[in-house]
Structures are given as C-alpha cells and as structure tokens.
C-alpha cells in the first residue's frame, strides 16, 4: 500500500503509522493479560484533615509496572482499558482490593477509589459496590468513590440514579479534578457529593494567580454552603500549604505530605500515626 503512494515522505509516514497502530495493539494485549492475572497494583495516597494533620482517607492509584517499558503513567493505561472494553472488569478488580486493604486499617481511615464513567453504563455498579463491601466487610461509609466532571457522558438519568443508590448505601461520593473539565455547577444541584477535590492546576497557581486564589475560595464557599469538604490535591509546597489552608480547605493531599505509597508503606504509617496519636493522649 505505502509503495503505491509514491512519495517517499508519505511512505515513510504510513509505516509509522502501522508501527503506532502495531505497538498500541501489543499494549492492549499485554493490559488483556494483566488484568486477567489480576496484575495491576495499586498505591496508596493519604489525605489529612487541615484541621489536625492526621491522615483520614487514602487513595487509591492504579500501577503497571511493564516487564520491559517499566511505569506506565495510569492516564494511559486506564484509557486504553476504556477504549478496548476492559474498564468494568479493571474497575471492579481494584475496588475489591482496595476495600480489602482497607479492611486491615484502623476504623476511622477510609479509602477513596477513582471511577471511570464508563462504569456507570454497565447497569451492575450498585451490584459490584455492594458485593466488595460484603467481602471485605468495612462500613459503607469508609468507602469514598472519585468521579470527575466528564462523568455524564452518556445515560444523564441512570448515571444520577446510581449515584443516589451509592449514597443510600453510605458510600461517600466526591468530584475529582473539578474545575478543569467541561463543568457544571448545575451537578450540585442534582447530587450532594460528600466532597470536591480542586483541580491539582489551581494549587499550583495558588500563590501566584489572583484568579486561581479567587477560584479556590469560591470553591470553598460553596463546599460550606453545601456542607461538602474541599479537598486540595496535588500540594507541593509549604506555601500552597498555608494559603489553601487559609483559604478553608477541609482536607489535604499531596507529594508535600506523601507520595503515593504501597499499602504495606501506608500500613507502616497509619500504624505510626496511631501511636503518636496514643502517645500524645497519654502525655495529655
Ligand atoms: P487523580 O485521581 O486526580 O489522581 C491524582 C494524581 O496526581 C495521581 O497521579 C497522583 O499521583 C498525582 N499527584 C498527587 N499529588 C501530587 C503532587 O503533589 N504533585 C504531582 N505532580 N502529582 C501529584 P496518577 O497516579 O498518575 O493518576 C493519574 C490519574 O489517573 C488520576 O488522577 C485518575 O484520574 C487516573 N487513575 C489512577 N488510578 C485510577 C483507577 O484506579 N481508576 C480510574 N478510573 N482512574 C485512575
Ligand atoms: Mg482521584
Ligand atoms: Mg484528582
Ligand atoms: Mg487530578
């Protein structure tokens, strides 16, 4: 085909092409493979209160570690699995695992687990959410689950629809990233989520940006009006820090405090974190 086209350049152009279209269809094999070995890890992100700098929630982060290409960034993972029809069974792997991991934590920590849209399409959720609470055992309302502004994509009335059934259950329902997508603060009239996670670009311009400050007080505002946290993620600084926290935000979370972390590192640090807390009652 590329040789009847003529033109060196477009020939060349073509055969890369393939090379891309060859490689991306390898990649979709090897995630094939690894889900089904239940391959994908997860790490472990904590979240503090502002108010006491104690760890609350962790979330929950997928990792692909590839044989050969070593990290691969879960952006990229995560939308090939969309795109070639594995996100349900990715999905529901993860949550059973992050809810089994969980289950050895102390009670008060809860852990958060980031949904693709598409998961709301498949009409089993409520099912799946359900079934990795009864097999882990933790409380409903020690899950959080994370869904960005792209959520209605499809299906505006089923996907709010599960949304309320989650929240019957006592699963706490957050909007990641918010403020970057195509968003709607009409969502909020439709659906009390439990918390807002300000999108990592504001924190990053926070001590520069009049407008990112103004943005994230704004934000804070409503969270009070709507009684919702405000999560700030993606903090890297002791400046971002300080402003956020004076701006109100209700929870914290970034490389400032900890990277995202195996669940044996996160283990170790709860652990601590109970003594010092034992420790510091004691001494009181
Ligand atoms: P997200 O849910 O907004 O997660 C936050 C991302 O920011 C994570 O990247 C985290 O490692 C990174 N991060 C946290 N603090 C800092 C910081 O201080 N500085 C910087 N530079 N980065 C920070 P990660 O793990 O690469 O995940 C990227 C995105 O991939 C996530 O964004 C989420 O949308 C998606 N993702 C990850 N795991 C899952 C999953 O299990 N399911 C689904 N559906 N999506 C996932
Ligand atoms: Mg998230
Ligand atoms: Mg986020
Ligand atoms: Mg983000």
Redesign the pocket.
Known sequence: RAKQMGKGKACFFDAEMDAAAQDRRMLETELREVIENDGID??Y?PVLSAKTGQITSA?????WTHPDRGPI???IF?SLAEECGL?DR??EQ?LRRACRDAQGWPDHVRVA????PL?FLSGKLIEIVQQALDESGIRADRVQL?V?EGLVIRDVEGTFRQLEQLRTLGIQVLI??FGVGYSSLSYFQRFPFDKV?ID?SFVDEIGTSRAAKAIVEAVVGLGAALYMGVVA????TEEQRHLLVASGCTHL????FS??VTANTLGKMLMTQGNLEAMASKAA
């Open positions: 997860l790490a992100q979330e929950a982060l997928a990792r960034r879960p952006d995560i996100i990715l999905g993860l687990v980031n949904l693709s998961q994370e960005t990641d990233d996670k990592k993620e993606g903090i890297e979370q970034g490389y400032l990277r995202p």
